[in-house]
Protein backbone atom coordinates (compact mmCIF):
# COMPACT_ATOMS: atom_id res chain seq x y z
CA UNK A 1 0.00 0.00 0.00
CA UNK A 2 1.48 3.48 -0.98
CA UNK A 3 0.44 6.78 1.61
CA UNK A 4 0.57 10.31 0.80
CA UNK A 5 3.72 12.03 3.66
CA UNK A 6 0.79 13.46 5.91
CA UNK A 7 -1.69 10.17 5.91
CA UNK A 8 1.10 7.86 6.61
CA UNK A 9 2.31 9.37 9.36
CA UNK A 10 -1.15 9.73 10.75
CA UNK A 11 -2.12 5.87 10.11
CA UNK A 12 1.43 4.85 11.43
CA UNK A 13 0.49 6.83 14.87
CA UNK A 14 -3.16 5.28 14.63
CA UNK A 15 -1.77 1.82 14.17
CA UNK A 16 0.58 2.45 17.11
CA UNK A 17 -2.47 3.29 19.41
CA UNK A 18 -4.04 0.18 18.37
CA UNK A 19 -1.11 -1.84 19.31
CA UNK A 20 -0.71 -0.17 22.20
CA UNK A 21 -3.80 -0.39 23.76
CA UNK A 22 -4.47 -4.32 22.29
CA UNK A 23 -1.10 -5.54 22.98
CA UNK A 24 0.77 -3.09 25.16
CA UNK A 25 3.72 -1.05 24.80
CA UNK A 26 6.42 -4.17 24.49
CA UNK A 27 4.91 -5.31 21.06
CA UNK A 28 4.77 -1.62 19.55
CA UNK A 29 8.06 -0.93 17.12
CA UNK A 30 8.08 0.64 13.83
CA UNK A 31 9.20 -2.84 11.55
CA UNK A 32 5.79 -4.35 13.25
CA UNK A 33 4.08 -1.27 12.72
CA UNK A 34 5.27 -1.05 8.86
CA UNK A 35 4.00 -4.41 8.72
CA UNK A 36 0.44 -3.94 9.94
CA UNK A 37 -0.22 -0.95 7.44
CA UNK A 38 1.60 -2.35 4.73
CA UNK A 39 4.35 -0.74 3.41
CA UNK A 40 8.10 -1.18 3.61
CA UNK A 41 9.70 -1.60 6.79
CA UNK A 42 11.96 1.33 6.27
CA UNK A 43 9.32 3.59 5.65
CA UNK A 44 8.06 4.40 9.35
CA UNK A 45 11.85 5.99 9.38
CA UNK A 46 10.68 8.62 7.09
CA UNK A 47 8.51 9.90 10.13
CA UNK A 48 10.04 8.80 13.32
CA UNK A 49 13.71 8.60 13.98
CA UNK A 50 12.99 5.63 16.30
CA UNK A 51 11.15 3.71 18.71
CA UNK A 52 10.88 6.78 21.03
CA UNK A 53 10.10 9.30 18.95
CA UNK A 54 7.11 7.23 18.12
CA UNK A 55 6.33 6.94 21.47
CA UNK A 56 6.39 10.26 22.38
CA UNK A 57 4.30 11.04 18.87
CA UNK A 58 1.36 8.72 20.63
CA UNK A 59 1.52 10.91 23.51
CA UNK A 60 1.54 14.42 22.34
CA UNK A 61 -1.88 13.13 20.51
CA UNK A 62 -3.14 11.23 23.12
CA UNK A 63 -2.74 14.71 25.13
CA UNK A 64 -3.76 16.70 22.67
CA UNK A 65 -7.47 14.38 22.68
CA UNK A 66 -7.39 15.11 26.63
CA UNK A 67 -7.10 18.64 25.77
CA UNK A 68 -9.90 18.77 23.51
CA UNK A 69 -12.18 16.66 25.55
CA UNK A 70 -11.26 18.69 28.75
CA UNK A 71 -12.22 21.47 27.38
CA UNK A 72 -15.65 20.42 25.77
CA UNK A 73 -16.72 19.19 29.19
CA UNK A 74 -16.22 22.39 30.61
CA UNK A 75 -17.69 23.95 27.69
CA UNK A 76 -21.12 21.83 28.13
CA UNK A 77 -21.27 22.14 31.79
CA UNK A 78 -23.35 24.41 34.03
CA UNK A 79 -20.96 26.87 35.50
CA UNK A 80 -21.13 25.50 39.35
CA UNK A 81 -20.29 22.42 37.83
CA UNK A 82 -17.84 22.36 35.58
CA UNK A 83 -15.04 21.37 37.82
CA UNK A 84 -16.30 18.14 38.34
CA UNK A 85 -17.40 17.70 34.47
CA UNK A 86 -13.93 18.02 33.57
CA UNK A 87 -12.49 16.19 36.28
CA UNK A 88 -14.99 13.34 35.10
CA UNK A 89 -13.95 13.86 31.40
CA UNK A 90 -10.48 13.28 32.70
CA UNK A 91 -11.07 10.08 34.21
CA UNK A 92 -13.04 8.57 31.27
CA UNK A 93 -10.14 9.50 29.17
CA UNK A 94 -7.45 7.59 31.74
CA UNK A 95 -10.08 4.54 31.49
CA UNK A 96 -10.60 4.68 27.76
CA UNK A 97 -7.45 4.83 26.38
CA UNK A 98 -6.15 3.03 29.49
CA UNK A 99 -2.83 1.85 27.75
CA UNK A 100 -1.80 5.25 25.81
CA UNK A 101 -2.93 7.21 29.22
CA UNK A 102 -0.19 4.80 31.04
CA UNK A 103 2.14 5.83 28.37
CA UNK A 104 1.36 9.45 28.95
CA UNK A 105 2.11 9.31 32.23
CA UNK A 106 4.49 6.71 32.60
CA UNK A 107 8.34 7.12 33.01
CA UNK A 108 9.14 5.80 30.10
CA UNK A 109 8.88 8.53 28.29
CA UNK A 110 11.79 11.36 28.88
CA UNK A 111 9.35 14.73 28.49
CA UNK A 112 12.14 16.93 28.44
CA UNK A 113 13.75 15.46 25.41
CA UNK A 114 10.48 15.82 23.14
CA UNK A 115 9.41 19.18 22.74
CA UNK A 116 6.20 18.30 21.12
CA UNK A 117 5.20 16.00 24.02
CA UNK A 118 6.11 18.91 26.59
CA UNK A 119 4.07 21.50 24.79
CA UNK A 120 0.71 19.06 24.36
CA UNK A 121 1.14 17.99 28.16
CA UNK A 122 1.51 21.77 28.53
CA UNK A 123 -1.34 22.70 26.67
CA UNK A 124 -3.73 19.90 28.69
CA UNK A 125 -2.54 21.56 31.94
CA UNK A 126 -3.76 24.96 30.63
CA UNK A 127 -7.78 24.21 29.78
CA UNK A 128 -7.59 22.55 33.94
CA UNK A 129 -6.41 25.98 34.93
CA UNK A 130 -8.91 27.78 32.37
CA UNK A 131 -11.25 25.75 34.31
CA UNK A 132 -10.25 26.53 38.23
CA UNK A 133 -10.01 30.04 37.07
CA UNK A 134 -14.15 29.60 35.75
CA UNK A 135 -14.61 28.53 38.80
CA UNK A 136 -14.18 31.79 40.20
CA UNK A 137 -10.76 31.44 41.52
CA UNK A 138 -8.87 34.79 41.50
CA UNK A 139 -5.46 34.34 39.36
CA UNK A 140 -1.76 33.70 41.76
CA UNK A 141 -0.52 30.88 43.07
CA UNK A 142 -3.66 29.53 45.17
CA UNK A 143 -5.31 29.46 41.45
CA UNK A 144 -2.41 27.52 40.36
CA UNK A 145 -1.79 24.86 43.11
CA UNK A 146 -5.37 24.80 42.67
CA UNK A 147 -5.37 23.23 38.93
CA UNK A 148 -2.24 21.26 40.25
CA UNK A 149 -4.33 19.96 42.76
CA UNK A 150 -7.30 18.99 40.36
CA UNK A 151 -5.13 17.32 38.04
CA UNK A 152 -3.19 15.69 40.86
CA UNK A 153 -6.73 14.73 42.20
CA UNK A 154 -7.73 12.94 38.89
CA UNK A 155 -4.83 11.36 38.02
CA UNK A 156 -4.38 9.87 41.21
CA UNK A 157 -7.70 8.53 40.69
CA UNK A 158 -7.28 7.53 37.39
CA UNK A 159 -4.09 6.14 38.33
CA UNK A 160 -4.98 4.11 41.33
CA UNK A 161 -7.86 2.58 39.35
CA UNK A 162 -6.04 1.71 36.94
CA UNK A 163 -3.51 -0.16 39.39
CA UNK A 164 -6.15 -2.06 40.48
CA UNK A 165 -6.00 -0.40 43.75
CA UNK A 166 -9.15 1.27 44.66
CA UNK A 167 -13.10 0.41 42.79
CA UNK A 168 -12.44 -3.35 42.75
CA UNK A 169 -15.26 -4.05 45.05
CA UNK A 170 -17.28 -0.58 43.85
CA UNK A 171 -19.21 -1.83 40.97
CA UNK A 172 -20.05 0.81 38.28
CA UNK A 173 -22.47 2.86 40.17
CA UNK A 174 -20.28 3.09 43.33
CA UNK A 175 -16.90 3.92 41.28
CA UNK A 176 -19.30 6.90 39.89
CA UNK A 177 -20.42 7.95 43.72
CA UNK A 178 -17.25 8.05 44.39
CA UNK A 179 -15.85 10.01 41.91
CA UNK A 180 -18.85 12.55 42.10
CA UNK A 181 -18.25 12.87 46.07
CA UNK A 182 -14.19 13.25 45.76
CA UNK A 183 -14.75 15.20 43.03
CA UNK A 184 -17.33 18.02 45.08
CA UNK A 185 -15.28 17.83 47.79
CA UNK A 186 -12.24 19.36 46.69
CA UNK A 187 -13.78 21.77 44.24
CA UNK A 188 -16.00 22.86 47.45
CA UNK A 189 -12.49 23.59 49.65
CA UNK A 190 -10.88 24.79 46.69
CA UNK A 191 -13.50 27.82 46.46
CA UNK A 192 -13.50 27.84 49.96
CA UNK A 193 -9.57 28.30 50.48
CA UNK A 194 -9.04 30.53 47.69
CA UNK A 195 -11.80 33.14 47.89
CA UNK B 1 29.60 -15.00 54.34
CA UNK B 2 26.59 -17.19 56.21
CA UNK B 3 23.71 -15.48 57.49
CA UNK B 4 20.82 -17.41 59.82
CA UNK B 5 17.60 -18.09 58.43
CA UNK B 6 16.29 -15.18 59.20
CA UNK B 7 18.99 -12.02 58.75
CA UNK B 8 19.47 -13.90 54.90
CA UNK B 9 15.71 -12.71 53.82
CA UNK B 10 16.31 -9.50 55.59
CA UNK B 11 19.67 -8.97 53.87
CA UNK B 12 18.59 -9.90 50.74
CA UNK B 13 15.60 -7.38 51.03
CA UNK B 14 17.82 -4.51 52.25
CA UNK B 15 19.77 -5.14 49.52
CA UNK B 16 17.28 -5.02 46.84
CA UNK B 17 16.19 -1.50 47.77
CA UNK B 18 19.40 -0.47 47.90
CA UNK B 19 19.90 -1.83 44.15
CA UNK B 20 16.37 -0.61 43.19
CA UNK B 21 16.97 2.79 44.49
CA UNK B 22 21.14 3.17 42.92
CA UNK B 23 20.38 1.24 39.76
CA UNK B 24 16.23 0.97 39.08
CA UNK B 25 14.16 -2.28 38.55
CA UNK B 26 15.72 -3.37 35.82
CA UNK B 27 19.26 -4.23 37.70
CA UNK B 28 17.34 -6.11 40.37
CA UNK B 29 18.23 -10.36 40.72
CA UNK B 30 18.12 -12.76 42.54
CA UNK B 31 21.50 -13.62 41.66
CA UNK B 32 23.16 -10.13 41.58
CA UNK B 33 21.80 -9.77 45.03
CA UNK B 34 23.49 -13.06 46.05
CA UNK B 35 26.91 -11.20 44.76
CA UNK B 36 26.02 -8.41 46.84
CA UNK B 37 25.95 -9.65 49.78
CA UNK B 38 27.71 -12.44 49.32
CA UNK B 39 26.06 -15.76 49.48
CA UNK B 40 25.65 -18.32 46.50
CA UNK B 41 23.94 -17.77 44.27
CA UNK B 42 21.08 -20.55 44.96
CA UNK B 43 20.64 -19.03 48.73
CA UNK B 44 17.98 -15.86 47.53
CA UNK B 45 15.57 -19.21 46.37
CA UNK B 46 15.41 -20.12 50.18
CA UNK B 47 13.56 -17.24 50.23
CA UNK B 48 12.20 -15.91 46.90
CA UNK B 49 10.64 -18.51 44.73
CA UNK B 50 11.14 -16.14 41.56
CA UNK B 51 12.50 -12.06 40.46
CA UNK B 52 8.87 -11.37 40.94
CA UNK B 53 8.54 -12.33 44.56
CA UNK B 54 11.17 -10.71 45.95
CA UNK B 55 9.70 -7.19 44.09
CA UNK B 56 6.75 -8.20 46.09
CA UNK B 57 8.51 -8.45 49.21
CA UNK B 58 10.35 -5.01 48.80
CA UNK B 59 6.80 -3.76 47.76
CA UNK B 60 4.74 -4.98 50.85
CA UNK B 61 7.96 -4.02 53.27
CA UNK B 62 8.15 -0.46 51.69
CA UNK B 63 4.00 -0.50 52.32
CA UNK B 64 4.20 -0.95 56.19
CA UNK B 65 7.06 1.66 56.50
CA UNK B 66 4.58 4.07 54.60
CA UNK B 67 1.69 2.88 56.62
CA UNK B 68 4.15 3.73 60.14
CA UNK B 69 5.17 6.79 58.43
CA UNK B 70 1.58 7.98 58.01
CA UNK B 71 0.51 7.21 61.65
CA UNK B 72 3.34 8.56 63.24
CA UNK B 73 2.70 11.71 61.32
CA UNK B 74 -0.98 11.54 62.83
CA UNK B 75 -0.35 11.07 66.42
CA UNK B 76 1.98 13.75 66.11
CA UNK B 77 0.00 16.81 64.45
CA UNK B 78 -2.62 18.65 66.26
CA UNK B 79 -5.68 17.31 65.61
CA UNK B 80 -7.18 19.77 62.87
CA UNK B 81 -3.94 19.07 60.82
CA UNK B 82 -3.85 15.06 61.13
CA UNK B 83 -4.78 15.40 57.36
CA UNK B 84 -2.82 17.93 55.97
CA UNK B 85 0.78 15.97 58.44
CA UNK B 86 -0.26 12.85 57.19
CA UNK B 87 -0.78 13.86 53.48
CA UNK B 88 3.23 15.18 53.57
CA UNK B 89 4.43 12.20 55.32
CA UNK B 90 3.04 10.36 52.04
CA UNK B 91 4.89 12.68 49.80
CA UNK B 92 8.10 12.83 51.45
CA UNK B 93 7.77 8.80 51.93
CA UNK B 94 7.32 8.61 47.95
CA UNK B 95 10.21 11.63 47.49
CA UNK B 96 12.93 10.22 49.88
CA UNK B 97 11.97 6.54 48.22
CA UNK B 98 11.52 7.42 44.93
CA UNK B 99 12.25 3.92 43.04
CA UNK B 100 10.54 2.20 45.88
CA UNK B 101 7.21 4.33 45.73
CA UNK B 102 7.23 3.68 41.66
CA UNK B 103 7.62 -0.19 42.38
CA UNK B 104 4.90 -0.22 45.29
CA UNK B 105 2.66 1.30 42.82
CA UNK B 106 3.77 0.60 39.19
CA UNK B 107 2.15 -1.92 36.71
CA UNK B 108 5.13 -4.29 37.07
CA UNK B 109 3.64 -6.16 39.74
CA UNK B 110 0.07 -8.09 40.04
CA UNK B 111 -0.84 -7.30 43.70
CA UNK B 112 -3.94 -9.61 43.16
CA UNK B 113 -1.24 -13.11 43.22
CA UNK B 114 0.87 -11.68 46.33
CA UNK B 115 -0.92 -12.05 49.20
CA UNK B 116 1.58 -10.57 52.10
CA UNK B 117 1.35 -7.34 49.35
CA UNK B 118 -2.16 -6.90 49.03
CA UNK B 119 -2.46 -6.87 52.74
CA UNK B 120 0.23 -4.29 53.60
CA UNK B 121 -1.34 -1.99 50.93
CA UNK B 122 -4.91 -2.42 52.75
CA UNK B 123 -2.83 -1.61 55.73
CA UNK B 124 -1.61 1.63 54.86
CA UNK B 125 -4.74 2.85 53.41
CA UNK B 126 -6.32 1.80 57.17
CA UNK B 127 -3.77 4.22 58.40
CA UNK B 128 -5.41 6.96 55.57
CA UNK B 129 -8.83 6.29 56.60
CA UNK B 130 -8.47 6.42 60.15
CA UNK B 131 -6.90 9.77 60.08
CA UNK B 132 -10.25 10.71 57.79
CA UNK B 133 -12.29 9.67 60.43
CA UNK B 134 -10.31 11.24 63.55
CA UNK B 135 -10.97 14.51 61.38
CA UNK B 136 -14.34 14.29 62.18
CA UNK B 137 -15.86 12.74 59.44
CA UNK B 138 -18.70 10.32 60.42
CA UNK B 139 -18.13 6.55 59.03
CA UNK B 140 -20.56 5.65 55.83
CA UNK B 141 -19.86 5.95 52.46
CA UNK B 142 -18.34 10.14 52.37
CA UNK B 143 -15.82 8.49 54.86
CA UNK B 144 -14.34 5.94 52.66
CA UNK B 145 -15.05 8.03 49.62
CA UNK B 146 -12.85 10.92 51.51
CA UNK B 147 -10.12 8.63 52.35
CA UNK B 148 -9.65 6.91 49.33
CA UNK B 149 -9.73 11.20 47.49
CA UNK B 150 -6.85 11.98 50.10
CA UNK B 151 -4.82 9.00 48.85
CA UNK B 152 -5.87 9.51 45.09
CA UNK B 153 -4.96 13.54 45.74
CA UNK B 154 -1.30 12.71 47.42
CA UNK B 155 -0.48 9.53 45.03
CA UNK B 156 -1.11 11.78 42.36
CA UNK B 157 1.04 14.59 44.03
CA UNK B 158 3.94 12.01 44.20
CA UNK B 159 3.85 10.85 40.76
CA UNK B 160 3.43 14.14 39.04
CA UNK B 161 6.26 15.29 40.72
CA UNK B 162 7.98 11.74 40.40
CA UNK B 163 7.19 12.13 36.40
CA UNK B 164 8.27 15.58 36.31
CA UNK B 165 5.48 16.83 35.22
CA UNK B 166 4.69 19.78 38.16
CA UNK B 167 6.95 21.43 40.44
CA UNK B 168 10.50 21.30 38.12
CA UNK B 169 10.22 25.65 38.20
CA UNK B 170 8.94 25.54 41.88
CA UNK B 171 11.95 24.82 44.13
CA UNK B 172 11.79 23.66 47.84
CA UNK B 173 9.64 26.41 49.24
CA UNK B 174 7.59 26.90 46.54
CA UNK B 175 6.58 23.16 45.94
CA UNK B 176 6.05 23.23 50.04
CA UNK B 177 3.32 25.85 49.57
CA UNK B 178 2.00 24.21 46.54
CA UNK B 179 1.83 20.99 48.92
CA UNK B 180 0.34 22.63 51.96
CA UNK B 181 -2.20 24.58 49.99
CA UNK B 182 -3.91 21.42 47.97
CA UNK B 183 -4.11 19.77 51.61
CA UNK B 184 -5.49 22.70 52.84
CA UNK B 185 -8.16 22.79 50.36
CA UNK B 186 -8.88 19.20 50.15
CA UNK B 187 -9.47 18.79 54.08
CA UNK B 188 -11.52 22.04 54.23
CA UNK B 189 -13.83 20.63 51.40
CA UNK B 190 -13.73 17.62 52.84
CA UNK B 191 -15.09 18.71 56.56
CA UNK B 192 -17.68 20.91 54.28
CA UNK B 193 -19.31 18.42 52.03
CA UNK B 194 -19.23 15.60 54.56
CA UNK B 195 -20.71 16.81 58.15
Known amino acids: MRYHHGDLRRALLCAAEEV ?84 MFGPGLRKSAHAELRDAARAAFDVLRDVVASAGIPPGPRARHGAIGAWALVHGLAHLTADGQIAEDLGADGHAMLIADVLESYATGLCATAG
Chains 1, 2 share one sequence.
Open 20 to 103: LEREGPAALSLRELARVIGVSHNAPYRHFADREALLAAVAADGFRRLATGLAAADAAAPPGERLQATGRAYLDFARTHRALYLL
